[in-house]
């Protein structure tokens, strides 16, 4: 059975920070484009960092880079997405994502699983 599992949500201050995991169960992420998407309320859902399987690049988005690291640890089958200086606009259910990219792109967007998603709240 094939299964995502996050953690390392919660509620921190303005300027701190998060280390979120996702261990991934019944299958590998050798081969595997990951991501890590988030949802703020009343937003829509976009792909906050992402890491291509085949050379590691990675895609931030604007709002989140120099702040946000992802990166993978095949060999424990975990994701990570260390967060710092976090702001009250990184608010959100995050979510980390397996599965095929677009060519040219990085993030995936086709065949993929999903996490049950872990919240993130950055307040004061």
């Known amino acids: 059975q094939v299964q995502l599992v996050e953690s390392g949500g919660g509620l921190v201050q303005p300027g701190g920070s998060l280390r979120l995991s996702c261990v991934a169960s019944?299958?590998?992420?050798?081969?595997?484009?990951i991501g890590w998407f988030r949802q703020a309320p009343g937003k829509e859902r976009e792909a906050a960092s992402c890491?291509?399987?085949?050379?590691?690049?990675?895609y931030y988005a604007d709002s989140v880079k120099d702040r946000f690291t992802i990166s993978r640890e095949n060999a424990k089958n975990t994701i990570y997405l260390q967060m710092n200086s976090l702001k009250p606009e990184d608010t959100a259910v995050y979510y980390c994502?397996?599965?095929?990219?677009?060519?040219?792109?990085?993030?995936?967007?086709?065949?993929?699983?999903w996490g049950q998603g872990t919240q993130v709240a950055v307040s004061s």
């Open positions: 994502v397996l599965g095929r990219r677009v060519y040219g792109e990085t993030c995936p967007t086709t065949h993929t699983y």
């Open positions: 019944g299958f590998t992420l050798d081969g595997y484009d």
């Open positions: 890491i291509r399987s085949n050379d590691g690049r990675t």
